[in-house]
């Protein structure tokens, strides 16, 4: 089985409608995927109403949360969409987006940079907006070659020139409320230096105490020492490997499938999960 648990639609910073993606997803030759776009499930119903037969879809989402300042991100997989407590708290952090979008972009203009909300509105279309977005305004501006060059403290990384913080979820509650949806937790490429300021592996370790259920090890801004290094860490501790593309269309360079998970953690995933099921495809509209 060929199998990827993290990727992106235009219902949050992707460039491939749902639709598009689990088409591609058939075509690249995979048997599961997980669509986690950030801080929402719109995309699912989509995705759902097309999924072509042989490739089965795992419904979940990307939440956004900060530990001791350290922004990181968490895959709720298989959770119960309306649960109350995890879709309030979802729709939160959504609805802080569009502020915050609108704070960088005055930054932008502070530096010279002539962004407008429009030109990133439009951009953003339908999906939950995001640093993505202005990112693409900026390589349209021919401000910067790339979507990745906008990331730097020059810009939008991390506590760079143009960032501003967004609400972002506490990753000790966002386990508690993942859990009480009967979803199945796991931390996103834990160790991403490139993007920023990471938490320390104790932290990690706190975590899985509190019940998280893995770490996202086989991930492009992982290298090969940094992935032997998790994968020890996640024996340590009893934690799951995943692997995943995190694709999202022609914003990233990476493709569908460029990192898989083991169908045996897969499967103890799927076993773990109360709030929703895989479901397989049947050929769709």
Not at 201 to 208: R, W
Not at 229 to 238: H, N, P, Q, S
Request: net charge negative.
């Amino acid at each position: 089985m060929r199998i990827d648990l993290h990727t992106h639609s235009t219902a949050s910073d992707g460039t491939d409608t749902p639709a598009d993606l689990v088409r591609k997803a058939a075509a690249a030759g995979l048997d599961v995927i997980a669509l986690t776009d950030h801080d929402t499930t719109r995309g699912h119903a989509e995705a759902l109403s097309v999924l072509p037969a042989g490739l089965t879809l795992v419904t979940g989402a990307e939440l956004s949360c900060r530990l001791d300042g350290v922004s990181m991100h968490m895959l709720a997989y298989l959770f119960d969409p309306e649960e109350p407590a995890l879709l309030a708290e979802r729709e939160l952090v959504r609805d802080d987006r569009v502020p915050r979008a609108k704070s960088m972009i005055a930054k932008l203009n502070a530096l010279g940079v002539p962004v407008t909300w429009e030109q990133v509105a439009r951009i953003a279309g339908n999906g939950s907006v995001g640093r993505p977005h202005i990112a693409t305004a900026m390589v349209e501006l021919g401000v910067v070659p790339s979507v990745n060059d906008a990331f730097t403290q020059d810009w939008l990384a991390d506590g760079g020139r143009a960032y501003v913080e967004k609400h972002e979820t506490n990753p000790f509650d966002a386990l508690r409320l993942i859990k009480n949806a009967g979803g199945v937790a796991v931390f996103a490429h834990p160790a991403a230096t490139k993007r920023g300021r990471t938490v320390p592996e104790s932290a990690i370790a706190d975590l899985a105490e509190a019940g998280l259920d893995g770490i996202e090890v086989d991930h492009m801004d992982h290298d090969p020492d940094t992935r032997a290094r998790l994968r020890g860490l996640a024996k340590e501790l009893g934690l799951l490997v995943t692997g995943s593309s995190d694709y999202h269309g022609s914003r990233k360079t990476c493709v569908l499938g460029e990192f898989m998970t083991d169908p045996e953690v897969y499967g103890e995933i799927t076993r773990r999960a109360t709030g929703a099921f895989p479901v397989p495809g049947t050929g769709g509209a």
